[in-house]
């Protein structure tokens, strides 16, 4: 008897890389070429990516299932994002795939979330096709990229089965693909046909009962809460009564109100559904990530999905500013708390929890960026609140403080080779890589502490005038190299509540980077630019020039200011100090003290006395 059967008219695959290697827009070429589209169709660029904040920023942020039809078998398709801060959902689709497709750009090569992605896909056995994309770059060094990636598999043990792998180049945004450099591709049917050659049909035991993990969740206003994953084992039909095990393996019964499956972008009802397909099923509204929905008679859980620890925390708490609550439709603390933690239901890299102070939560997650896109989403929901600068998180092994690391990979013109280096050093970087390709551009490779980067990206892009490249990945923990400064610079502060005017800011410039601008608010605690030296100031940013009976009144305003770039919500948190909080609400980022009141400031940092005489 047969343990081991095959579902032939299946594939599940996802597209794994760096970020903005290309794998949205292969995705659209996949569509168009499998004929989901009719042949007029509009179709708008990467579809896939649907989300507002996707489409406003060009990158994908959450992965999302679809599926293309190919000579008969109907592959599931899972689009990845390639940035590093969205790591989990990579660790999430990997769950549901029998084989992935590693988009490598054929000019910038193997880059720190490639080999993140590609290790993730290796530790889950995943059959992998290698495609190096965008050969049509000026720039392109396909063979050398391979090279890069054989090393990098061997980097990563990868068996000799692994080593390998079919090899495609392709042109992703032109619908192309070829075996060979010479060839001249016409379409990606070659891509397909491997996918169905080379990826392993998904395989089960067609005597075990229903079985099914749940990798992702979604909400129908139609039929509630969706659970989302592949089936390992077994068959479901509609009004099927199943269990859901959750983390404590306490079974919850649940009856199946609807089933559905990936037909390209759109979901389609079935009556019954097949194992190793994904399926989106309803029916029950308390589900979890990692949960298995199996047969009540005999429950089996399947491994819950691992995923890594989250290494940046911040601090959430609700807006106490002078301007506080006039833009925010949800304010309250049980409203900010609880919108976090249905957050947490959908996103397996973040986590939740109250704060140690009264009337503050924790939230936990891979990168300042992630924490930044959750921040951004609230704030368009109607969410008002504070946040504090995104923290390490820090662990210790016998007495031993640990903290995260990263990989630092920079790629820059020679020139200014020196003062990136001098600039991650004083961040605790040491160099591991130099190399001169002699053309004017170095690579270099350092360690550093995660904390002495957040802030960073900003000033890199100042120092190598905006042609320097920097990529970093998280390397593990490591020793605690000892304490840093997060930024060198003090924080220009308004002392009084009022409105900024011309002649105070005229005045204020030679004291540093302002963020206020004419007519903005301004309370005393706010934080209206960036003192040059490295204390804080308090100043008068409302002070109008005296009148006189010599001068026109009119004249003061006519003051001409240097252009002012307010910060955005990503550079506002990673500019802020320990003491300091940014001021989220529906219309505006404010940055402030924590503490408002100067004279309270000054009480708690005596050292700080002489700042105030300055001002
Ligand atoms: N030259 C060239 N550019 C391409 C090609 N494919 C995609 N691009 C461009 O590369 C950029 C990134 O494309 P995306 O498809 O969003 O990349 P991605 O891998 O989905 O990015 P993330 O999901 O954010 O990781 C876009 O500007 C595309 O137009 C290609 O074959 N050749
Ligand atoms: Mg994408």
């Not at 000026?138 to 068996?159: G, H, S």
């Not at 092994?397 to 990136?420: S, T, Y």
């Amino acid at each position: 008897m047969s343990n081991i059967s095959t579902n032939q008219g299946l594939r599940n695959i996802a597209i794994i890389s760096h970020v903005d290697h290309g794998k949205t827009t292969l995705v659209d070429a996949l569509f168009r070429q499998s004929g989901m589209f009719r042949d007029n169709q509009e179709v708008s660029e990467r579809l896939m990516d649907n989300l507002e904040l996707e489409r406003e920023r060009g990158i994908t942020i959450a992965a999302k299932n679809c599926s293309v039809r190919w000579k008969g078998v109907r592959i599931n398709i899972i689009d990845t994002p390639g940035h590093a801060d969205f790591g989990g959902e990579v660790e999430r689709a990997v769950s549901m795939v029998d084989g992935a497709i590693l988009l490598v750009d054929a000019s910038e090569g193997p880059l720190p979330q490639t080999r993140f992605v590609l290790k993730k896909a290796l530790d889950a056995h995943l059959k992998i096709i290698v495609v190096i994309n965008k050969i049509d770059r000026p720039d392109a060094r396909p063979e050398q990229v391979l090279d890069e990636i054989y090393d990098l598999l061997i980097d990563l043990n990868a068996t000799d089965d692994q080593l390998e792998f079919p090899l495609l180049y392709a042109v992703g945004r032109d619908g192309i693909a070829q075996r060979t450099l010479e060839e001249q591709g016409r379409d990606l049917h070659v891509l397909l046909d491997t996918v169905l050659q080379e990826i392993p049909p998904p395989s089960y035991d067609p005597h075990a009962p229903f079985q099914m993990l749940v990798s992702d969740l979604g909400y129908s206003d139609y039929v509630g809460r969706l659970a989302v994953g592949k089936i390992f084992h077994g068959t479901a039909r509609s009004r099927d009564d199943l269990v859901c095990l959750g983390a404590s393996g306490v079974p919850t019964p649940l009856t199946v109100s609807q089933i559905q499956v990936y037909d390209g972008t759109t979901l389609r009802n079935m009556e019954e559904v097949q194992p190793g397909d994904i399926v989106v099923l309803a029916g029950i509204e308390e589900v979890k990530i990692g949960d298995t929905i199996c047969n009540r008679e005999r429950p089996a859980a399947l491994p819950r999905i691992m995923v890594d620890e989250p290494t940046v925390s911040m601090k959430f708490t609700i807006n106490t500013s002078p301007l506080g609550g006039r833009d925010g439709t949800f304010v309250q603390l049980s409203r900010i708390y609880g919108r976090l933690v249905k957050e947490t239901r959908r996103n397996v890299a973040i986590q939740v929890e109250k704060g140690e102070e009264r009337d503050s939560i924790l939230v936990k997650g891979r990168g300042e960026f992630q924490l930044a896109i959750l921040i951004e989403t609230m704030r368009r929901e109607g969410y008002e609140f504070c946040v504090g600068r995104p923290e390490v998180i820090y662990r210790y092994e016998n007495e031993r403080k640990l903290e995260p690391i990263e990989r630092v990979l920079v790629d820059c013109e020679a020139r200014f080779q020196g003062v990136v280096t001098e600039k991650l050093l004083l961040r605790k970087g040491k160099i591991s890589h130099l190399i001169n390709n002699g053309k004017g551009r170095v690579r270099m490779e350092f360690s550093a502490p995660a904390r002495a980067l957040i802030g960073y990206r900003d000033e890199f892009l100042t120092d190598t005038r905006g042609t320097g490249i920097m990529h970093s990945l998280f390397d593990g923990y490591g020793d605690f190299r000892g304490e840093c400064l997060s930024r060198f610079t003090g924080s220009i502060v308004a002392d009084r509540t009022g409105y900024a005017v011309p002649y105070a800011l005229f005045n204020l410039e030679p004291r540093g980077r302002l963020f206020a601008m004419p007519g903005d608010p301004v309370y005393e605690g706010m934080i209206i630019g960036e003192h040059n030296r490295g204390e804080d100031i308090d100043v008068n940013p409302c002070k109008e020039k005296k009148l006189s009976n010599m001068r026109a009144a009119g004249k003061d305003e006519n003051v001409i200011l240097s252009p002012v770039k307010p910060l955005t919500l990503e550079q506002a948190i990673s500019f802020i100090r320990e003491d300091e909080l940014v001021e989220i609400t529906p219309l505006a980022v404010r940055m402030r003290k924590a503490v408002l009141s100067a004279q309270k400031r000054h009480t708690l940092r005596p050292s700080r006395l002489k700042d105030r005489k300055a001002a």
